[in-house]
């Protein structure tokens, strides 16, 4: 299995149950592992991260106005795309299987999980992981220990508070907060700071 035969596949979202899916997925587990344990283990420049990150993303291009802070993980790291002028901190997890677009101008606050894959909810069918993408607008900001779940998309300018936990699409221009996340309020351009 190619890299883009898997991609193509998972936007169907269709079960990654196949033998050949799996091999495919724990191969790049593997090299996912290699290249974050070298970017984790010792400090580098912001130079040498994104000379890091663009091994571990492949064909997708690392902006050169991005800013992150290691420790990064991931378990893939061939479908992540982000915007200009993205900021991630530290200890931030992307299980990117199912894809995650972060857009411009994002704030990733520490801890902060995506997470694209899902279980089965049956017994019978726990075992098998369904792909979902994660859309990241412009301009949002996530709060620290937060967890964005499948098939997520989160609107521009949203606000996404510390440790919340979203399992729905968030409308842009709002701030959400909570377990699960629920609106707290709107975002007035004309009276806010």
């Excluded at 993205?86 to 677009?101: E, K, M, P, S, W």
């Excluded at 098939?151 to 377990?179: M, W």
């Amino acid at each position: 299995m190619t890299l883009q035969e898997f991609l193509d596949y998972v936007r169907t979202r269709q079960a990654l149950s196949s033998e050949q899916i799996h091999t495919f997925m724990n191969e790049m587990s593997e090299e996912a592992r290699r290249i974050t344990f070298r970017l984790n283990g010792s400090y580098h420049t912001q130079t040498e991260i994104k000379t890091l990150l663009q091994e571990l993303f492949g064909p997708t291009t690392v902006p050169n106005s991005l800013h992150i802070f290691p420790p990064f993980y991931t378990d893939f790291g061939k479908n992540i795309h982000l915007g200009e002028h993205v900021f991630i901190n530290a200890c931030c997890h992307f299980q990117d299987h199912g894809g995650i677009t972060i857009g411009d101008g994002c704030q990733i606050g520490h801890n902060v999980v995506f997470a694209t894959l899902n279980h089965g909810i049956q017994p019978t069918d726990r075992q098998h992981t369904y792909p979902s993408p994660i859309v990241v607008g412009k301009n949002v900001w996530i709060g620290s220990n937060a967890t964005i779940c499948p098939g997520v998309t989160i609107g521009d300018n949203a606000i996404i508070a510390a440790g919340a936990v979203v399992t729905h699409d968030i409308q842009p221009n709002t701030i959400v907060g909570g377990v699960p996340a629920k609106l707290i309020r709107q975002i007035n351009e004309e009276t806010e700071n």
